[in-house]
């Protein structure tokens, strides 16, 4: 595998390219060594990202992670990168297609090795009703990116979620 590492707004230090190198040298058993992958590290105001292409036969394996510590954003695209892979394995063994960059231990390794969905946790809370803009405050005030609640309004179960560009949304049945 040739990894390739490059920054925008950052200067690539030694421990970067070590972290790098030792989670993406984790994919190796999955690729041939002519396989390129370019990694980008960039940082924009608080957000610390990493960029993974892979190019694959007729397709592009990629992640992009972002986090406030690049250490993280490396562990996790890593992960991701590994999801992808399973999927993009399974498409190939199901369409009988070529194998390109990929290890042939790997390709004949059976591919549903953890697929199956597991919740891991389960949480219970109070719905008070609310109104969407309440919803939202309360959504900003606990840091997450979406908030279930019963609207005040139609007394339903509705969901308002953070859109790009610091708007929301608002998800509701239609009944």
Do not use: W
Not at 29 to 54: A, D, G
Not at 110 to 127: A, H, P, S
Not at 143 to 160: M, Y
Request: aromatic residues 8%.
């Amino acid at each position: 595998m040739n990894v390739t590492i490059s920054g925008k707004n950052i200067e690539v230090t030694q421990g970067l390219k070590t972290a790098v190198l030792e989670k993406l040298g984790k994919l190796e058993k999955y690729f041939t060594p002519e396989t390129t992958i370019q990694v980008t590290l960039s940082v924009e105001k608080e957000r610390q990202k990493i960029e993974v292409t892979i190019p694959v036969k007729g397709s592009i394996i990629r992640s992009e992670q972002v986090s406030n510590d690049m250490y993280v954003s490396i562990d996790l695209v890593e992960e991701v990168i590994e999801r992808q892979l399973r999927k993009y394995k399974k498409k190939i063994v199901d369409k009988h297609q070529a194998a390109g960059n990929f290890q042939k231990e790997y390709m004949e390794n059976d591919y549903l090795e953890n697929e199956e969905i597991e919740i891991i946790r389960t949480k219970k809370f109070d719905m008070k009703p609310m109104y969407p803009e309440d919803a939202c405050l309360q959504m900003e005030l606990l840091g997450h990116s979406f908030f279930v609640f019963c609207n005040a309004e139609t007394e339903q179960i509705n969901v308002v979620y953070k859109r790009k560009g610091n708007t929301y949304g608002l998800l509701e049945p239609d009944v």
